[in-house]
């Protein structure tokens, strides 16, 4: 028998608008579930048990009064800890907001609240979310569902892994180079990265950068467009939240919940194992060559291309840098001791660059934006892997070599996720079946400029076309073997930076 806690979001918010389902019952299902499963892979890291448990109540008692309820009403959702929660410790996973509890939330998590969403609690994240390991010094290592000893990938590590487990059906994340991608990947779950303003985010430091996004995730691509459906709007706030000219593609949650049907057979399918430069491991190309291979006969056209990416690697690393110089300069000045590598990384990099160096990494952004636009004019739909290894222990930082090819710095193993970062274009991770490790295998689907309900559109037919095949299914974790695991706290380096 299904619990409440492992009902799709969508089928969970029927139930409880027919009174079939009570919100109190949903979310005591998955704090039980948190409960059983999260010691031994520590994904929900602060929990607002008492004032979850009143707004559900609250949520229920709405549902019985027959008021018009939201489209996340009485759904618990897991808020990644780097969106700030009124009242519930926010701490961005470093020890200099160890003990930091925000009068305000943010404006994605006071959205999904005006929509009836129940705030359950955080889920980790690395510090200040650098780096795609989620690891960090106040609430240690989250473990892969599929094995604790494995990386969830990051930064969103927290809230892919309490999807996988049933935690909770709905969590936030954030994207910058694939941290809602990647983990989704490793988790078997769905990401979702969004046009940049598309969610706003008016906490950016360099407000025009459209490199970091909020985006959904969830356990199917339905799901994950409910949950869109809530975050999106064009608030001012954000200079990126503005609508694109003709496509209206922003803050009109119509587009997005129900989503439009995409018929695969009307458009033209591009295929790449790596955009002709990432490192990708064998054993993922060999995974994503199955799923390719599936997804082919259902487009009226296939074949393999990708846009050139040339310039991407260097681009993506001096624009970072800059994003972390904006945001972390005077943390690290001031108290570096208390700060990460990762993050002391980042800023240093940022340092070591001129002017002109970020002139060019800006011109190579440009030209390669352009070299998307013109690509997706002869192709409708591209896909690739949504990471370029399989999932490795966390105690390794960052993969330094794949298949011996040594990675070019301690990003350049993101470099799927990142090229498309660069151009702007929405993108979405979909769970297909597991690679030859046994281990989830997640495919990214890539859409033309704009087209956030389109692209998510097709992962949904692509979805139910691989529903009925184990090997391409959404993978599922074994919980029975979670809940008789040690606790993942209790592993060697389990709290720190590295």
Not at 117 to 139: D, M, Q, S
């Amino acid at each position: 028998m299904t619990e409440p806690c492992d009902l799709d979001a969508l089928d969970a918010r029927r139930l409880i608008g027919r009174k079939a389902l009570s919100p109190v019952e949903l979310l005591e299902s998955c704090l039980a579930r948190i409960e059983a499963v999260n010691p031994a892979v520590n994904a929900m890291v602060a929990l607002d048990t008492d004032r979850a448990r009143a707004a559900a109540q609250a949520a229920e008692a709405a549902v019985m009064r027959g008021e018009a309820l939201g489209a996340l009403h009485g759904l618990p959702v897991g808020i990644k800890d780097l969106e700030e929660t009124a009242g519930l410790r926010t701490t961005f996973g470093s020890p200099l907001y160890r003990d930091h509890v925000p009068q305000q939330d943010w404006l994605s998590v006071a959205a999904i609240r005006r929509a009836g969403g129940i705030v359950l609690g955080k889920t980790n994240t690395p510090e200040f979310g650098a780096g795609a390991n989620t690891r960090n010094a106040v609430y240690g290592a989250t473990g892969n569902p599929f094995d604790p000893r494995l990386s969830a990938a990051g930064s969103s590590g927290g809230s892919a892994v309490a999807l996988a487990c049933g935690m909770a059906p709905l969590c936030s994340g954030s994207d910058m180079g694939g941290s809602l991608r990647n983990p989704a990947a490793f988790a078997g779950v769905v990401g979702f990265r969004p046009s940049p303003g598309l969610v706003p985010l008016p906490t950016r430091p360099l407000g025009w950068s459209g490199l970091g996004v909020l985006g959904p995730m969830a356990r199917n691509v339905a799901d994950a467009a409910l949950m869109l459906s809530a975050m999106a709007s064009d608030d001012a706030a954000d200079p990126l939240a503005y609508t694109l000219h003709g496509a209206a593609v922003r803050g009109v949650p119509a587009l997005y919940d129900p989503l439009p049907r995409v018929d695969l057979a009307r458009l033209r399918l591009a295929v790449s194992e790596d955009f002709g430069q990432a490192p990708v491991e064998r054993v993922v190309r060999e995974a994503f060559r199955r799923a390719a291979a599936a997804a082919a006969p259902l487009f009226a056209a296939s074949e393999a291309a990708h846009p050139d990416c040339s310039g991407g690697d260097e681009a993506f690393q001096v624009l970072r840098a800059a994003n972390f110089l904006a945001a972390h300069r005077e943390r690290v000045r001031a108290r570096p001791e208390m700060v990460g590598p990762n993050v002391r990384g980042n800023v240093e990099e940022g340092l070591r660059y001129t002017l002109e160096d970020y002139a060019r990494a800006g011109t190579a952004q440009t030209q390669l934006y352009r070299r998307f636009l013109a690509f997706f004019e002869r192709h409708d739909v591209l896909i690739t892997p949504a990471i370029t290894v399989s999932p490795r222990p966390w105690r390794e930082l960052y993969p330094r070599e794949i298949d011996g090819q040594p990675t070019r710095s301690y990003v350049h193993w993101l470099a799927l996720a990142y090229y498309v970062t660069l151009a702007g274009h929405p993108a979405v991770c979909l769970p297909v079946g597991r690679d030859a490790h046994g281990l989830p295998f997640g495919l990214q689907i890539v859409g033309p400029r704009g087209g956030d309900a389109f692209v998510l559109g097709v992962a949904a037919a692509l979805e139910e076309a691989f529903a009925g095949d184990p090997g391409l299914a959404r993978p599922v974790p074994d919980l029975a073997a979670l809940r008789a695991a040690p606790p993942i706290s209790g592993m060697e380096g389990f709290l720190g930076f590295d």
